[in-house]
C-alpha cells in the first residue's frame, strides 16, 4: 500500500486529469458514433473500436504500478510466482473477452459476443487447473489428517 499512499498531491491531480481525460474522450467518441450511425454505420463502429483500443491501451500503460505492487503483497505473504501469473493471466483473459463480446454487441453480434466470453471463460478454466490441483491436495491433506 506504501505505492499508493506515497504520491503527492501534484501526482494525484495528474492521475485525475489523465483520468478525465479518458473519459472525454470516450465521450467525445460516443458522440462521434451516435452521429455516425444514421449514415455509415460501418464508420461508427470502426470508429467505436478505434476508441476502445486506445483506452484500453492507455489503461494498461499505467496498470505496471499496480502489478508491482501486487507482485511484492505476493511475495510478502510467501506464494509461489507461479500463482501470481496465473492470476494474471486470468485477468489478462478476463479483460481481452470482455472488450471483445462489448466490440460484437456493438455490431449487434450478440450470438458471437455469447460465444467470445463463453471461450473467455474455457480459457480461464484451463489456466487456473493448477490452482484447483493445489487446493484438491490441501484438501487431500487436511481430511487425512
Not at 498531491?9 to 462521434?32: G, P, Y
Not at 464508420?43 to 478505434?50: E, H, T, W
Not at 491501451?57 to 501469473?85: C, P
Amino acid at each position: 500500500m506504501k505505492i499508493l499512499y506515497q504520491q503527492s498531491k501534484k501526482q494525484w491531480v495528474v492521475i485525475i486529469v489523465e483520468n478525465l481525460t479518458l473519459f472525454l474522450l470516450a465521450i467525445v467518441c460516443s458522440m462521434i458514433c451516435i452521429m455516425l450511425k444514421k449514415y455509415c454505420p460501418e464508420y461508427s463502429f470502426c470508429v467505436n473500436l478505434i476508441a476502445g483500443i486506445l483506452l484500453i491501451a492507455a489503461v494498461f500503460s499505467k496498470i505496471s504500478t499496480v502489478i508491482i505492487h501486487l507482485k511484492n503483497m505476493m511475495e510478502v505473504a510467501n506464494l509461489s510466482s507461479g500463482y501470481s501469473s496465473i492470476l494474471f493471466k486470468c485477468l489478462g483473459i478476463c479483460l481481452l473477452a470482455q472488450f471483445s463480446s462489448d466490440a460484437c454487441r456493438d455490431a449487434e453480434q450478440t450470438s458471437l459476443a455469447s460465444k467470445v466470453e463463453l471461450a473467455g471463460k474455457v480459457m480461464i478454466i484451463v489456466i487456473s487447473l493448477p490452482l484447483f490441483e493445489r487446493v484438491v491436495e490441501i484438501a487431500g491433506k487436511l481430511l487425512n489428517v
